[in-house]
């Protein structure tokens, strides 16, 4: 309940007459809401969940002209991870398992994310966007 929360309190937090926009996230989502990971239940309903409620949320604010735009990443490389997924038996599967060959960066999500906000697109709400490598397709 604290996300629906802190989601409308970001609704209220526009400028300027500007209508606020969300965009939860969560990392692996196409696998834990679209596929499923076996002996996961709890990391697999949380993560459709985040997806269920943005979608929702879309719809209650449809008629204010607020946006709710989610994303969901795959494998990112982070400063805690970046050994792991560069290098060994993990960079190896990811490299296999990813059809771009690579896990993604903080820069390729913060590109989507400025360039989903950045544009006066007021009709796109509620709509998922996978940024994965092709991994979940």
């Given at each position: 309940?604290?996300?629906?929360?802190?989601?409308?309190?970001?609704?209220?937090?526009?400028?300027?007459?500007?209508k606020?926009?969300?965009?939860?996230?969560?990392?692996?989502?196409?696998?834990?809401?679209?596929?499923?990971?076996?002996?996961?239940?709890?990391?697999?309903?949380?993560?459709?969940?985040?997806?269920?409620?943005?979608?929702?949320?879309?719809?209650?604010?449809?008629?204010?002209?607020?946006?709710?735009?989610?994303?969901?990443?795959?494998?990112?490389?982070?400063?805690?991870?970046?050994?792991?997924?560069?290098?060994?038996?993990?960079?190896?599967?990811?490299?296999?398992?990813?059809?771009?060959?690579?896990?993604?960066?903080a820069?390729?999500?913060?590109?989507?994310?400025?360039?989903?906000?950045?544009?006066?697109?007021?009709?796109?709400?509620?709509?998922?966007?996978?940024?994965?490598?092709?991994?979940?397709?």
């Open positions: 309940m604290r996300l629906r929360y802190s989601l409308r309190a970001a609704r209220r937090t526009g400028h300027s007459g500007e606020a926009a969300a965009a939860p996230s969560s990392t692996s989502a196409r696998f834990s809401n679209k596929i499923g990971v076996k002996r996961n239940i709890a990391y697999c309903a949380s993560k459709a969940a985040v997806g269920a409620i943005t979608t929702l949320l879309a719809v209650e604010w449809a008629d204010q002209a607020s946006r709710a735009r989610p994303w969901h990443q795959g494998y990112i490389v982070t400063d805690l991870n970046r050994k792991a997924m560069t290098e060994g038996p993990l960079a190896d599967y990811l490299q296999k398992r990813i059809p771009s060959g690579r896990p993604g960066t820069g390729d999500v913060a590109k989507l994310v400025a360039a989903i906000f950045s544009e006066d697109i007021p009709f796109l709400s509620g709509e998922t966007i996978y940024i994965d490598g092709a991994q979940g397709i």
